[in-house]
Structure formats: structure tokens, C-alpha cells
């Protein structure tokens, strides 16, 4: 995605959530997702995919597939959202 394009993606996604989009992960993963369906629609997953696929290559995240941590980034409940910090390496965060 480049420097630029992550730019632009913190961007719009803080126009939509009116705060930072990591401290929303953080919080309430569930939000970032649909934030992210608002920004991209259809295409949101597509895009989410293609983010934690390079995230799992360089190690930044433990999951067996993107679509786990999609997954639970769709749910809205505690579990989801601790199981998605713990897949988070602590020398990434």
C-alpha cells in the first residue's frame, strides 16, 4: 500500500469514526470493520484481506488465514475482540 496510501486510508477512516482508527481497533474491532464497509462497501473486505495477508507474511500477527481475524473483527462481543489482541506480536505493537 505504500506510505501514502496508508495515509489516505487513516484519513478517510478517521472521517468516518471521528477518532484514530487504532485506538478504535483497539476498543471496539467490530466499529473498524464497519467503518471500513462504510469507506470501501463491497470492496472492504477485499481490502482487509489483502492488509492482514501482509501482516501474517512479515509476522506482524499470528493467524492461520485473514479471514480468521476478519472473522472476528465481524463480531461484536469481548471474546473477539481480546483474541484479536492476543494474535498481535508485542514487538509490533
Do not use: C, H
Not at 12 to 35: C, D, H, I, M, T
Not at 46 to 65: H, P, Q, V, Y
Amino acid at each position: 500500500m505504500g506510505n501514502t496510501g496508508l495515509v489516505a486510508l487513516e484519513y478517510q477512516l478517521r472521517k468516518v469514526l471521528g477518532e484514530s482508527p487504532y485506538q478504535v481497533f483497539y476498543e471496539n474491532p467490530n466499529r473498524l470493520y464497519n467503518a471500513f464497509k462504510a469507506v470501501f462497501g463491497e470492496g472492504a473486505e477485499a481490502l482487509l484481506r489483502i492488509l492482514f495477508s501482509t501482516m501474517i507474511r512479515e509476522g506482524a500477527i499470528d493467524a492461520s488465514s485473514p479471514d480468521e481475524v476478519i472473522t472476528l473483527m465481524r463480531r461484536n462481543d469481548e471474546n473477539a475482540r481480546k483474541a484479536l489482541l492476543k494474535m498481535f506480536r508485542p514487538d509490533w505493537v
